[in-house]
């Protein structure tokens, strides 16, 4: 991304004065222009071409036209390479071109947008790109913010605003913004005019939800947060005006900084395709080398006999020059085995994958009305190799949509139903909910199923009541009341919507806020808290507290956090009731529950006022001001008291579980990587089936040192092996593994094993020395969850699977913290959720549930996969038996370099007669329909494994085509040596020859891609005949007396075609060639299917006796799922809301059913591919004689 801004220094701070152009100007920072397009008239052309030509293949083939240029050497007309590679500069420039129009559009809207600016004390129309730092801007309600603005000032009380940040982060909810104190007064002209304060910050960067900086003004000096910025690319909404200093401008700005271009991803069939490629070039190269040889010697021993009919040209002065010349003059006829051709037809084919992505109804989502969406061409058919995927939880696999579902007050626990008999009732069986008509209130959608909770708050039980307070006042949500009692709540996450809806229902209703008070309507009765701090919530310290005073002047600290947090926290005397707790939180646990402590702590009012006092300081700290504030946080959130635990329902996605168990048949390792605790993620894993009673053990990995890791991942290694020797499989352990054997004999261990890691563990198990152990460890497990993981260890963990292991990898997650993970694996794909479009954005494909990733990949990843194998084999194949033909006649022509082909069929032959076929194919074709694709996951194992396309069936491809080339020029050769025409004149003439070879090759490639062909359309049927059809056409236009009579000197051989393919002789021999070609292929295709069918063909047959019989139909068995999820509160909520609440006095916000499946014999060579991929890498002294698990 070019931009408008010269390249600058990097800033070790901003420094910004209002209304001092001058001074802002020494500085030299960036103009407020923004330019994100890459050409301009002038530029496009030598740019563009520039960046095309550092393609290789683009630069080959202008290397082959420079030397057909010489005439000395060019035997073939420039225009046979220059047409194909014109077209594909051209297609590639109007693409490019295309896209950068709409840029320089989109940044002339933006750039050319008024704003009101204050200059010489006079608010004055400017466009965006004229705006400075240091400039004073009035925004007006609905505006788009023009820079990274500091608020000032605004049009509500105090100098709050309301903004929509959905160009930022992908969330529609409005969000407040505040003016300190000391400017949110400044609402006059007169008095901004004269504001002279300077700000020094941090200097530009990325960070979106971060912002340090200091206002020096008056003397005096006022902290800022990201609490008091606007940032460019926010609405301003419900706010009639406000003022901004503006402090970051056009490419400095946090929008622009994050606007980096992702890296590109390329995909194992391209890197092979590039080996390859060197390797044909190689051949090629040696082919020349060979054919030249061939000329100096012919040259020596023969052509000097014919000198004087046959001259050498001026420039050549012997047999030696001769074969040179002769070398480069082979390397343009035979290039092309390689042609330009076949790069821009794996690009359609890739682009027709994606529409099928977008285009696909199953993949659409109703309720939300959102497709699937390909937002990359490039990755399709590594869709159909995936072998891990790596999964977040909450919003993924999960709704993150949340339920209060039960709490633990002093020691009781609430929320379970019991029938006469003291059974717990099932959802089912439970009567009516608990009536809260009691309180007008309440929200009607609320349900709770334990009327015990209601009767403990109506006798005035103190616990209950304190607890449900703590829930009133101990969050930062915004409340709106759009007519009277019709209560509306803004929150941040969805769980702490769910925390404070509950207690609403439950008489502690939350009615509004001030920046310094809280209004709860406690049992009917208005109750009104002053609010003297909010101690913010970050993924650090996973909890928050405010500090209030109650009406009767006494202070309280209400806290609520991650258990493993508050726990360490509490107070010596709560011991006992800990005990109880923890047994409650297991329990919710066990039903996972998303589960959240309540702690309180009286202060007296002195140590409050020197803690304060303290905090303003911490605040006003310019350099570790966030890590001196936690100090101050972490010393009052101590010996705590503890009230009780709440446990929210987070409600699994629908077809989860039949997702996960059907990708599972298909050989893909699923890892969960999540921030909640322990025990929730075990039972995340039970209710998605990633667990199951049946797996011979879950291994628990919770140590905090690096010794304990070291030996808990030991031990798991040492069952595993254990439980293999038990069986007979004879392994020997072995200690250290090298890394290039790191598919060693645990993975074909005996049993199913699955491995838990916490993060603590998990960030010594992923250093130097012990991420080989962790690894094969991890990779012996059929499914691996870690849990309480930052973002940072989610895309360590996917590197180091990319690092050791040869599997593709693929991430998918819904929120801001899956972005790392989502850009670190092969494929990234996002999840549109409750959580921006922040992981969508750096995905490469997006859809709204988990369950379509087994479309996704099971029927459009393999089909791809599938068609872009037998695209690649049929394009090499009919491009050797084209092209070997040339150095087979090279031995008869005196290695002259003569061709076989006329130099308009060599033209057409990659562009018009066998381009539309092949494509077709690669588009549409497939080998089962996809219900079946579905129904038999291994189906989906060949492309894990790279059986279609791999070297070892490219040079299958390669021996195709050249046995078709040997045929089809000695064939033809043969019959001609000998043949007559039916007037007894001799048949073999050089034009003849040409048009037999030509006529033969053009049907036998049609017929080839027809028996290729696994799935026929009309558009296959139009393609393949129309093309042989194009080719006569063209081939007697070109023999005919019209273009004769146009072009005397480029048609000369009037009639010719007509001639030669009247004879039955060149028909017989066309036949000929034909069979002996094909004849092959179906014989060897017929015995392979009857001897050693593939799972494919195995379907296929299944599928047609179906179709006959309508008898018998497959069991359908559907995988049900239990449970509910639970998970850590911290990880879903937002940090520096709290501040912003404390700083003003006012806020207000405007009106699987699965197919059982038996291993059958035919699929039998798959295993013993992995068998004996897992021999080569396990212990000389023992060798798995167990098929691999899939």
């Keep these: 991304m070019a931009l408008c801004a010269k390249k600058r220094p990097p800033e070790e701070e901003r420094r910004a004065r209002a209304n001092d152009r001058e001074y802002n100007e020494k500085f030299q920072y960036a103009s407020n222009c923004i330019k994100t397009s890459k050409y301009n008239i002038l530029t496009f052309l030598p740019v563009n071409l520039f960046e095309q030509f550092q393609e290789v293949a683009n630069t080959y083939f202008l290397f082959l036209l420079i030397l057909q240029l010489i005439p000395q050497i060019s035997s073939l007309s420039w225009f046979t390479t220059i047409v194909p590679l014109v077209l594909v500069l ?174 590109f991803k390329r995909t194992s069939i391209d890197r092979l395709m590039n080996t390859l490629v060197l390797w044909i070039f190689g051949f090629l190269i040696c082919m020349g080398v060979i054919l030249a040889i061939g000329n100096a010697i012919w040259e020596h021993e023969v052509g000097t006999r014919f000198q004087v009919y046959l001259p050498w040209d001026e420039a050549v002065d012997s047999a030696f020059f001769s074969g040179f010349l002769s070398f480069w003059s082979y390397i343009i006829i035979l290039n092309t085995v390689v042609p330009i051709s076949l790069y821009v037809s794996v690009e359609v084919i890739r682009l027709g994958h994606s529409y099928f992505i977008n285009w696909d109804k199953k993949m659409f989502c109703m309720k939300k009305r959102t497709p699937a969406e390909a937002r990359t061409t490039t990755l399709n058919e590594e869709l159909g190799q995936v072998e891990y995927i790596f999964s977040d939880k909450t919003g993924t696999l999960t709704q993150n949509i949340m339920f209060f579902n039960k709490c633990s007050i002093n020691g009781r626990s609430y929320g379970d139903v019991f029938d006469v008999l003291g059974h717990k009732a099932e959802l089912g069986e439970r009567p009516e909910s608990v009536d809260f008509s009691f309180n007008p209130l309440a929200d009607k959608k609320f349900l709770f199923w334990d009327p015990s909770l209601l009767e403990a708050v109506k006798i005035g039980d103190p616990h209950t009541h304190e607890f449900f307070r703590l829930l009133s006042l101990c969050h930062t949500v915004m409340s709106e009341e759009k007519n009277e009692g019709e209560l509306y709540y803004k929150a941040q996450s969805p769980d702490e919507g769910a925390l404070v809806t509950a207690a609403r229902n439950f008489g502690f209703v939350f009615r509004s806020r001030t920046p310094k008070t809280i209004t709860v309507h406690e049992m009917g009765t208005a109750i009104t808290y002053q609010l003297l701090a909010i101690l913010d919530f970050n993924n650090t310290r996973k909890r928050m507290s405010v500090i209030v005073r109650n009406p009767e002047g006494k202070i309280r600290l209400y806290c609520k956090g991650a258990d493993t947090i508050l726990l360490d926290r509490l107070h010596h005397s709560t011991q006992e009731l800990l005990n109880t707790t923890m047994d409650h939180l297991n329990e919710y646990a066990g039903e996972g529950l998303r589960t959240l402590v309540l702690a309180y702590k009286d202060l007296d009012e002195e140590y409050y006022e020197e803690w304060a006092e303290r905090r303003l300081q911490a605040s006003l700290a310019q350099d570790s001001r966030e890590d001196r504030l936690a100090s101050i946080y972490e010393e009052v959130e101590n010996n705590m008291m503890l009230l009780g635990a709440t446990a929210i329902e987070d409600k699994l996605q629908q077809g989860v579980p039949e997702t996960i168990a059907l990708l599972t048949l298909a050989n893909i390792k699923i890892w969960v990587l999540t921030g909640d605790k322990q025990e929730t993620a075990v039972n995340i894993g039970y209710s998605c089936k990633m667990l199951t009673d049946d797996m011979t053990e879950v291994f628990i990995v919770t140590g905090r040192t690096v010794l304990e890791v070291r030996e808990e991942l030991r031990k798991a290694r040492e069952k595993m092996m254990d439980s293999s020797r038990s069986v007979g499989n004879g392994f020997t352990y072995q200690e250290k593994l090298s890394s290039s054997k ?449």
């Design 742 to 1190: 790191l598919t060693s004999v645990l993975e074909a261990v005996a049993g199913e094993y699955a491995l838990v890691i916490n993060g603590h563990s998990l960030a010594h198990a992923l250093e130097a020395d012990m991420e080989l152990e962790f690894l094969e460890t991890a990779c012996a497990c059929k499914a691996v969850i870690c849990c309480r993981v930052t973002p940072l260890q989610k895309a360590q963990v996917v590197e180091l699977v990319k690092k050791y292991k040869k599997a593709v990898t693929l991430a998918i997650g819904d929120g801001a913290n899956d972005v790392s993970m989502i850009k670190t694996a092969h494929i990234g794909v996002g999840i549109s959720g409750q959580e921006g479009i922040q992981a969508v954005l750096a995905s490469d494909y997006s859809f709204s549930q988990f369950k379509f990733l087994q479309r996704l990949l099971l029927v459009h990843g393999r089909w791809s996969y599938l068609r872009m194998c037998k695209f690649l084999c049929y394009f090499f194949y009919k491009n050797f038996a084209f092209t070997m033909v040339h150095f087979w006649f090279g031995f008869f022509c005196g290695f002259s370099a003569q061709t076989v082909y006329d130099q308009y069929f060599i033209t057409l032959y990659n562009i018009v007669y066998t381009s539309l076929p092949v494509l077709a194919m690669g588009v549409f074709d497939q080998d089962v329909p996809e219900q079946r694709s579905m129904e038999y996951p291994k189906l989906y194992e060949p492309g894990q494994l790279n059986l279609l396309f791999n070297k070892r069936e490219f040079f299958i491809c390669i021996a195709q085509g050249i046995y078709t080339s040997v045929l089809m020029f000695f064939i033809p050769y043969g019959v001609f040596a000998d043949a007559t025409r039916d007037d007894g004149t001799q048949l073999a003439d050089y034009q003849s020859f040409a048009v037999t070879v030509a006529t033969s090759l053009v049907i036998v490639v049609s017929v080839q891609i027809g028996l290729d062909t696994g799935y026929w359309t009309a558009i296959n049927h139009f393609f393949i005949w129309g093309s042989l059809a194009v080719y006569f056409a063209i081939l007697f236009a070109m023999h005919s007396n019209g273009l004769f009579d146009m072009f005397p000197n480029q048609f000369r051989f009037v009639g010719n075609a007509q001639n030669t393919l009247a004879q039955p002789t060149v028909w017989l021999t066309i036949v000929l060639t034909t069979v002996v070609c094909i004849m092959p292929v179906v014989a060897f295709r017929f015995l392979r299917l009857n001897l050693k069918p593939d799972l494919s063909d195995t379907v296929r047959y299944t599928q047609l006796v179906r179709k006959k019989q309508k008898a018998q139909h497959r069991c359908m068995r559907r995988v049900g799922r239990t449970g509910s999820r639970r998970s850590g509160y911290a990880f879903s909520h937002q940090e520096g809301f709290g501040e912003l609440i404390m700083s003003g006095k006012n806020m207000r916000l405007s009106s699987l059913a699965l197919s059982s499946f038996t291993t059958r014999s035919s699929s039998s060579w798959i295993e013993s591919l992995r068998r004996k991929k897992s021999d080569s890498a396990s212990s000389p002294n023992g060798g798995a004689d167990k098929p691999l698990k899939g």
């Design 90 to 263: 051209t297609i590639t420039a109007v693409k490019d071109a295309t896209d950068d129009y709409f840029r320089h559009k989109s940044d002339n809207q933006v750039n050319n947008r008024q704003s009101q600016v204050l200059i010489n004390g006079i608010l004055q129309q400017e466009q965006w790109m004229n705006v400075c730092v240091g400039d004073i801007i009035k925004l007006e309600n609905n505006q788009f913010v023009a820079a990274d603005l500091l608020l000032l000032s605004s049009s509500e009380p105090h100098g709050l605003c309301y903004i929509e940040t959905a160009e930022l982060d992908g969330e529609t909810n409005m969000k407040v913004r505040q003016a300190i104190p000391v400017t949110s007064e400044l609402g006059d002209i007169n008095k901004l005019a004269k504001f002279d304060g300077e700000v020094i910050c941090e200097p530009p960067n990325n960070k979106l939800d971060k912002f340090s900086g200091t206002l020096y003004w008056k003397e005096n000096k006022f902290p800022l947060s990201n609490q008091n910025m606007l940032l460019r690319g926010c609405v301003l909404r419900n706010t009639e005006w406000c003022f901004g200093l503006v402090i970051f401008a056009g490419p400095d700005t946090k929008l622009m900084q994050n606007s980096g271009r992702t890296k």
